[in-house]
């Protein structure tokens, strides 16, 4: 079956995300349920992504486990064993989340590794990204110099806006800002150098952090397919997009129908849904090596 809202019996729901709902666990602790809803561009679709918030909730479990060495996160576990007896229903099962409560940055802490996406468009415009002056001559979906830092807003309504690296550091602070781009940096590249071993390219991905116990935590998920660009390395072809594991192909198909992305979303034909569904799976096996359950969809 899919989900596309949960509810947790006893416990206070505190925030309803695009695709995760939040629930209060005592005072410094959270359930986070990840639904099968999708977004592209900041609008929810009607349909939802079978098998989508068991992929997201445990790619990113697998993820946090890995880069743990990496700096303090919110993630405390998905085992069934320590949820509350409500968290552990068959709809929810495999989707839920034990996280320690944070105090959110509101930035969005983006990565790039290869030209791709709005900074493709922004470089095509003005030879720059996120502030960062890049060389000249540059194709779609070649290889930076180096990792860049291009951190956006966190818009709750609407859409994110890109900012640059001093505008970060008028919001948070001058040493918030570097610590929040080191810490980026580094996780993004522990995840390309495992991602290109299983012959991935991690093109792009986003961070999110918060506060908690005074220092800067990483929350939220962790380098899924809703969150970066997946490409797969043997087929990489600068100079134009490439074939992804993720949802880029969702964007993709309601860009060419000519959506002006404003609710509502369009319709997504069926065999888009499944090919969303596949390149998740995909992403997943190959990240983690583990082959996702065949009757997982219908669980």
Known sequence: MTLTASSVEGLPLVHRGKVRETYALGDDRLLLVATDRLSAFDVIFDQPIPDKGRLLTQLSAWWFRRLADLGPTHFLSTSAEEMPPAARAAEVAGRVTL???????????????????????????????GGHRLPSGLREADRLPEPIFTPSTKAEVGHDENITRAQLAEMVGAPVAAELEARSLAL???????????????????????????????IDELLTP???????AAGHRPGSGQPSYDKQYVRDFVAGSGWNKEPPAPTLPDEVIAGTRQRYVTAYERLTGEAWPDGAASA
């Open 188 to 218: 993004y590249l522990a995840a390309a150098v495992h991602a290109e071993a299983v012959g991935l390219i991690l093109a792009d991905t986003k961070f999110e952090f918060g506060w908690i116990d005074g220092r800067v935590a990483l």
């Open 226 to 232: 809703d969150s970066s660009r997946f490409w797969e």
């Open 99 to 129: 996280a320690r409560r944070a105090d959110r940055i509101d930035a969005e802490c983006v990565v790039r590794g290869y030209l791709a996406g709005s900074g493709w468009a922004e470089y095509a415009t003005s030879g720059m990204v």
